[in-house]
């Protein structure tokens, strides 16, 4: 990442601490994915280290989340430097309607699990959203408990707030 990017989100970080937040969560991190350069996956996660660090280090007790690219949980510091993870769509496919999804496939379901249980060994909070309901939401919420992970079942907008049970 360059250094005018990192003071900018820092300058932001500055802002949710002084606004009062205590945590943040990082969305858009498979970004690296796009990039043509080998060493764009090392940028990433340095990136989320330092705004981690940087974060803890202005208020304590503030916590990191990333969203999603729980490959980058591979990385030992980079595992060490978050809070937990927010993993979207692990059994049912995100571009549901909300209400019913395709089922993931079972290879792409076990390579996730064994990120997100990696991070669930090293203490860390693992939050599952499906955006489905019905008997969907309840088979994915059972394999969602099994794994001792947190579930959240909402509309893909996240236009409204579902009371879970």
Known sequence: MNDQWTSIVKKRLDQIISDGYNGVVFAGLASYREQVSDKARSQMINF???LSEYAKSKKT???VFVMDSEELLTNDTYLRSIDGIVKQSLFYDWKS??????????EDIKKSLVYL?????????VLVIEYVQGTQWADAKAKIRAEGFIGYSAPRQLTALRVQQ
């Open 117 to 125: 249980r990696k991070a669930k060994q090293e203490k860390k909070n």
């Open 97 to 106: 309607n909300g209400v019913k999804g395709s089922k993931n496939s079972d």
């Open 48 to 50: 989320v280290i330092e």
């Open 61 to 63: 007790g503030f916590t």
